[in-house]
């Protein structure tokens, strides 16, 4: 602890941002919404892209990126095809950075949380930038959330657990009331909003796929603008999953092509450009012909990344779109960690449950 004279304080440390304006380094913030609203791909779309080392997310800077620790206390079944979703549509590799812990635990119980850092450290050992606790009722110790001492004794633990690890952002994943008339607040005790930094509150409306994301609190700051994002479907190999994109982004339409018309669209892309071409050309450069060819060129249409530039009553001139030539061009990661695990140290807690990369998870 320091003395400053207000006349003087530029020795006392500045906010720093993990995404600019939105969510503060060094902090303990908290995002909350109604069941399905989209929490879970919210964090995740955070977690991975400060672990990929990605530039931007929702349209904002990326000011500090690094290893990144997600406490999964829920919904453990689907994680990989929503890893591999989110990698597809944003065109970006499994980050090994990104750590997932697979299980609950009381955040207030020490050995525990020494069981996370052995975990954590069995993957990086570099000092994560944010960590994710989804969600509250997953890692919260025995006791009543709306009582204001239980409530302080988690808040605590989870502040205990970023000492632990060396630092980084700590963020909560929570749900609204289910009262009437109270839709709109988080539940449990008040002293959860009163320790945060920075709180965002997401909506969506019933039968909606957009994600209205708000600021509800920012301490020092009037907070970011509100902004929406597209819950959409990405197609895989087996199967299908969602993520959160920029409305109408190019990553957007991307994600709507199947993995297999994908790499159609990025060989067509490859070879002609966006100059119009003939239909053999098209089957030529993407491998497919017949129905196959059909099917991709009709569904990379429908998408807006490909246009169709011939005159009634001559033959069809195909183009691939803007859009889809800066989709295609997304790099496809930033630093990653070598994923390599560090030997076992005598004494280290038991894990009680699986941490792993999202690399490979």
Known sequence: MTAYSAADLSGIPKTEWIVDGVIPSNSFAMVYGASGVGKTFWTKDLSLSVAAGRSSIWGR?????????????????????????????????????????????????EDCRNAVLAGYRLHVKAVPELIVVDTLNAYFPDGDENNSTVMKRFVSGCKSLRKTLGGGTVLVVHHTRRKAGTADDERGSGALRAACDAIVRLGRGKGSDEVTVTSDKTKDDIGFDPFSLMMTAVKLDEGSSLALVTADSPAAKLARLAPKHRTALSAVADELGIKPSKGADIGRASGLKGGALTGFTEAAIAAGLMTDNGEKGHPRRLSVTPDAIAALAVPENGPESSGSPEPDRAGSPVLPDAVVSAGDS
Request: aromatic share 8%; net charge negative.
């Open 61 to 109: 800077r990326i000011l500090r990126s690094g290893p990144t620790l997600y406490l999964l206390g829920e919904g453990s079944g689907g994680i990989d095809n929503r890893v591999e979703a989110w990698s597809q549509a944003h065109g970006v590799r499994r980050p090994a950075r990104a750590i997932i812990w697979d299980g609950e635990f009381d955040v207030t119980d």
